[in-house]
């Protein structure tokens, strides 16, 4: 059995990043700076997206994309419940509804025939807008928010064609995406925005951090200036060696830039994204081939001409045994292990705000009881893949009979 706790999502840092933070912090310059631009630049490059501006995190990034659309109060933001609380958390934040679709249950991604269904059952269109207005509310619907969960692409075909037809914005949350193609286009190319994350335990890792994509200058400019308390474009300029510039207040922004310090991680992961990403799809290989004669489900080939971003290895172990045993069983073997997710409907501040019930998504459901992910860092060593196999084997032998 392994002798040291293997943490899940660990992530992987080398000694550039090690040489690049002490070099910001040398520099007298640790706020926003050179190196945020040096970011936004290299990130818009790898994704082929016009626009990228750097967050402090995608939870900010969500929040600030669905204010440079305009979603607010009165308006109605469609996404899924098997999902991190960031997603439906920043819709509430805009003041705007959440309103859950299930997902499709070999995918777990949204089922884009369950938003076309809340749109044209429970909703009527707007002669003069041409936008969907839902029945009883008299709410507006604005957007569409699909998840790439595990890192496997949305069918934004489907998506587009439907926010196309209703005049919806699409906003993706592309968390666990950040190497994902969909049918040949980047993720980060596709929907209107789309919403990166580099927290710890994400594929690029800036500690927190977020980016925004999108081709359109004018959300561009909007999330720039609402990023940084509303204040007229460059004024993070205001203190460098080109003179101080005066600032003019345009709208009551938030605080959510993102540090130098956070960028000089950023500027050096952003070179390896692709090495990382290969030495998942091989430990994913590896998980694979362990468990085809396991009593588990494992994930579903990737859909061809798609690319999957490798985030999450997520095994699916049968309630009825306990997949909470199963966890504390790996636990003990010393695996760490994530949960990703228990459905949102099913969180006491969205059963009680909301009225969702436990039926109300059956296949998110599903998937919420049975969820398991195991480590799938690039940190991860083959002896660390190989304890992973050995402890699952073993738990499998001992629970699953
Ligand atoms: C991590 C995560 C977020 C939030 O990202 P932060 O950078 O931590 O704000 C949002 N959505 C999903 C699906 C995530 O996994």
Redesign the pocket.
């Known amino acids: 059995m392994r002798k040291d706790f293997l943490v899940f999502g660990s992530p992987r840092i080398e000694e550039d990043e090690i040489q690049e933070v002490v070099a910001t912090l040398r520099s007298g310059w640790i706020g926003t700076g050179p190196r945020v631009g040096q970011f936004e630049t290299a990130f818009r490059d790898y994704v082929g997206a016009r626009h990228a501006m750097a967050l ?7 929040h600030l994309s669905m204010i440079a659309i305009g979603v607010g109060p009165g308006d109605e933001v469609i996404t899924a419940p098997l ?5 439906a958390n ?1 819709i509430l934040h805009t003041g705007a509804h959440p309103v859950f679709v299930d997902v499709e249950r070999e995918t777990m991604l949204i089922d884009p025939e369950k938003v076309r269904e809340y749109i044209e059952t429970e909703c009527y269109i707007d002669d003069k807008t041409g936008l969907p207005i839902h029945q009883r509310s008299r709410r507006k619907v604005r957007a569409i928010l699909p ?3 595990t890192g496997r692409p949305c069918r934004m075909d489907d998506l587009m064609a439907l926010a196309r037809q209703y005049h919806l914005y699409v906003i993706e ?1 592309a ?2 995406a950040i190497e994902a193609v969909y049918r040949g286009r980047k993720v980060g190319t596709i929907g209107d925005l789309t ?5 710890v ?2 594929n690029l890792v800036t500690g ?3 980016m925004v994509t999108t081709g359109d200058e004018r959300l561009a400019d909007c999330i720039k200036t609402y990023g940084l308390h509303g204040m007229s474009k460059d004024a993070w300029q205001r203190y460098s060696d080109e003179g101080f510039v005066h600032y003019q207040v345009l709208y009551p922004g938030f605080k959510y830039n993102m540090m130098d310090l956070q960028a000089a991680l950023g500027i050096h992961q952003i070179k390896r994204i692709e090495a990382y990403h290969r030495r998942r799809e091989t430990l994913w290989r590896r998980y694979d081939e362990a468990f085809q004669t396991l009593p588990l489900q494992i994930p579903p080939p990737q859909e061809p001409g798609t690319l999957h971003a490798r ?1 999450l290895y997520t095994i699916l172990v049968d309630p009825a045994k306990g997949r909470d045993t199963f966890q504390q069983a790996l636990h003990a073997r010393n695996i760490g292990t994530g949960i ?2 228990t459905a949102l409907h099913l969180h006491p501040y969205y059963e009680q705000t909301f009225g969702y019930r436990r039926g109300d998504f059956p296949h998110a459901e599903y998937i919420s009881d049975r969820t398991l992910s195991l480590p799938l860092s690039a940190k991860l060593t083959d002896e660390d893949a190989d304890d992973v196999i050995e402890a699952v084997r073993a738990v499998c032998a001992s629970i699953l009979h």
């Open positions: 402090h995190s995608c939870t900010a990034a969500l999902t991190f609380a960031a997603t920043s998840i790439h969960l949350d968390a666990h919403c990166f994350s580099f927290y335990t994400k927190e951090g977020g985030h990703h997710y």
